[in-house]
């Protein structure tokens, strides 16, 4: 079974810049997550969907940071415009199901330095 | 509200130690308890779990047992092998988030072993 896919690994931009993240979950699975992990700190839910609908976006940036989850598949996140304080990695991971028993399934995670 | 603190690292052992990282939360309800690993350039998997009090979950020689009466999900294996340097992280989930599957993680404790 693939794992989650993610791309790219590694991204530099300036502030103000824009940049888009892509995640591909597992197949067959409804729930995916986005979670911002800063340097030092554990990861934190910044969305989460279940199929195309957004179910927790609590702590989401809206004023900068955008999500999308087109078919229920595929995912993006979108930071416009870029702050400093947004240099983290950013994880995507999926579940089947969105009870809380279910287990996460983690990609390897994009690696975003604003400079 | 819902937290989880475990221990500073970097935790520094010899091949064959004992390791013991230890972990502690703060929940609403009864959530259900998490170690996941992060090795070098990979993303998080989950280790163990376990999700009622006085349970225990094992993986790999790792064990942790949910204590709801000190709120501790303490870490350990008897022998650690080089194989074993990784960071680690403590997490919590449960219906206190809506039904949904909402990890909250704690900062992440990073081992290091030496031949």
């Known amino acids: 079974e693939a794992g989650v896919a993610q791309s790219p690994r590694y991204k530099i931009i300036e502030k103000r810049q824009s940049v888009a993240f892509w995640c591909n979950p597992i197949s067959g699975h409804a729930t995916l997550y986005w979670y911002q992990q800063i340097l030092g700190q554990g990861p934190k839910l910044l969305i989460q969907f279940q199929n195309n609908g957004v179910v927790d976006d609590s702590q989401l940036p809206k004023d900068r940071f955008s999500a999308e989850r087109l078919k229920g598949v595929d995912s993006t996140l979108k930071i416009q415009p870029a702050k400093l304080e947004d240099s983290a990695v950013y994880l995507c991971?999926?579940?089947?199901?969105?009870?809380?028993?279910?287990?996460?399934?983690f990609g390897p995670g994009t690696r975003l330095t604003v400079t | 509200g819902n937290s989880v603190t475990q221990m500073e690292g970097p935790v520094t052992l010899s091949e064959e130690a004992f390791l013991t990282i230890n972990c502690t939360y703060t929940?609403?309800?009864?959530?259900?308890l998490f170690w996941y690993v992060q090795y070098p350039g990979e993303g998080l998997q989950l280790l163990l779990k376990a999700t009622k009090a006085d349970d225990k979950g094992s993986n790999k020689g790792f064990e942790a047992t949910y204590r709801k009466e000190t709120t501790s999900f303490h870490l350990e294996k008897g022998s650690v092998q080089v194989s074993d340097s990784a960071v680690y992280f403590c997490?919590?989930?449960?219906?206190?988030?809506?039904?949904?599957?909402?990890?909250?993680f704690g900062a992440g404790t990073r081992l290091a072993v030496h031949p």
């Open positions: 997490a919590l989930s449960g219906p206190f988030s809506g039904g949904y599957n909402k990890l909250i």
């Open positions: 929940a609403t309800g009864y959530p259900s």
């Open positions: 991971a999926s579940s089947s199901r969105t009870d809380y028993l279910y287990e996460q399934y």
